[in-house]
């Protein structure tokens, strides 16, 4: 499975941003999906997780971005986003998509995702 992610870019302090992650391959094989981030010196955040497929399983969100940050994803064409409204420079960082075909959610059992895509830069500006 390969990921496409896209999106980042330089927003002002209460703009919004919707990054995009594309996967190719196979992509029947994943269950979940979902978002990293890293910022500058800082060790790699989980942001949100997806179950797919019907999956009752609720999406999960960082303490630090609930409320502001709504994961998604368009079942036509399988792309999974990050709406980020409400941003904050401490929100700058690189956000990384993720996926995953364990039975269940790789954010709900502590595990690794199996598939990393390439970081998109967030830059938020005070």
């Known amino acids: 499975v390969q990921l496409q992610a896209s999106g980042g870019g330089l927003v002002q302090t209460g703009g919004s941003l919707r990054l995009s992650c594309a996967p190719s391959g196979s992509i029947a094989s994943v269950t979940s999906m979902g978002w990293y981030r890293r910022a500058p010196g800082a060790q790699r955040e989980l942001i949100a997780g997806?179950?797919?497929?019907?999956?009752?399983?609720?999406?999960s969100y960082a303490d630090s971005v609930k409320g502001r940050f709504t994961i998604s994803r368009d079942a036509v064409n399988s792309t999974v986003y990050l709406q980020m409204n409400d941003l904050k420079p401490d929100d700058t960082a690189v956000y990384y998509c993720v996926a995953d075909g364990g039975l269940a959610p790789w954010y709900y059992t502590g595990t690794e995702p199996q598939y990393w895509g390439q970081g998109t830069l967030v830059t938020v500006s005070s």
């Open positions: 997806l179950a797919l497929n019907g999956n009752p399983i609720h999406p």
